[in-house]
């Protein structure tokens, strides 16, 4: 998949894309469902088929001392993307003039002139332009008038009859069930990140941990966690079930929060290797204990239900 930032130098061979339009913050099932028929639309006139998404989050952009809230960094989102089979993702910079584009400037400027587009697909409920004054009905009568093909597409419901969306799959884990924001995602959710340099204190109890402190991604529920890890070992991706801890460590009064994770049959050196944490279920809210032997034998117990949950999964 070719990665394009700049709408106005977009080579020719790109030119002419079906492309999906919106955040995708998290690639859940309901972006899933819109990249489909963005994709069948490419494959049935033999054009590329592409996303269009703002970086940074526009709402980083308005709000940046806001609490963090992304699901997926930039990297992590061009991969599902990738995986999904796209042949173009059009990352536009999120800026003061994009921020200030009228919805017809947008249309005109970025999308016809600019991306050269052939047809867009965007949710029910998309919302673009300067104050957001644009929905997915000004996109379809701006871009019959300049000639682009639109189709806004209804979201995609869940089981209990809710629509999928990032604001609710962000709830389900700051609530502390990943399983359920996995069933809206359509896979597990994941923090990626390089192992930095803690303690070092769970190699004195038996529990060595990679510690990654969390940067630009939501924060869930603090507590303990049954986790898949994913690293590079030998130039393979190789993958270890453990367990791990998000949150504040109370048992030793720290006040940053911090990932650390146990693998399972891993023997080696971690530091500043990059892992990708699939949060499986959560076990327990984060508690204080009174000394190291007590923690050592609640994660003993930690891991063992982690090993049960793994191997069910």
Request: no cysteine; net charge neutral; aromatic share 8%.
């Amino acid at each position: 998949m070719r990665v394009l930032r700049d709408w106005r130098l977009v080579p020719e061979e790109w030119t002419g894309a079906s492309a999906a339009l919106g955040n995708f913050d998290g690639v859940h099932r309901g972006h899933r469902a819109l990249l489909d028929v963005a994709k069948h639309q490419a494959e049935a006139t033999r054009r590329p088929s592409g996303a269009v998404i703002f970086e940074p989050h526009p709402q980083e952009y308005f709000r940046p001392d806001a609490p963090n809230f992304r699901l997926t960094s930039f990297d992590a989102k061009a991969r599902l993307l990738e995986r999904f089979g796209l042949d173009v993702l059009f990352a536009l910079r999120f800026d003061e003039e994009l921020a200030a584009m009228t919805p017809e400037r947008f249309v005109n400027e970025v999308l016809v002139k600019g991306l050269r587009l052939s047809h867009v697909v965007v949710g029910a409920e998309f919302q673009f332009g300067k104050g957001r004054s644009g929905n997915a009905a000004t996109l379809r009568s701006l871009g019959i008038a300049q000639g682009l093909n639109v189709t806004v597409f209804d979201l995609v419901g869940a089981e209990d009859g809710q629509k999928i969306s990032s604001t609710r799959i962000r709830n389900a884990l700051k609530e502390g069930r990943p399983r359920d924001a996995a069933a809206d995602l359509g896979h597990w959710w994941t923090i990626e990140g390089h192992v930095v340099k803690g303690d070092q204190r769970g190699r004195t109890i038996g529990f060595p941990t990679a510690n990654i402190a969390l940067r630009n991604t939501l924060e869930p529920a603090e507590g303990v966690y049954a986790v898949r890890v994913t690293l590079e070992e030998e130039g393979e991706q190789k993958s270890y079930d453990g367990v791990a801890n998000f949150g504040r460590r109370p048992t030793f009064d720290k006040k940053d929060v911090l990932l650390e994770v146990h693998l399972f049959n891993f023997a080696g050196d971690l530091y500043g290797k990059r892992l990708a944490v699939a949060f499986i279920d959560y076990i327990r809210g984060e508690r204080k204990f009174d000394g190291l032997e007590a923690l050592k034998a609640q994660i003993a117990a930690d891991s063992v239900n982690a090993r049960q949950i793994l191997s069910a999964v």
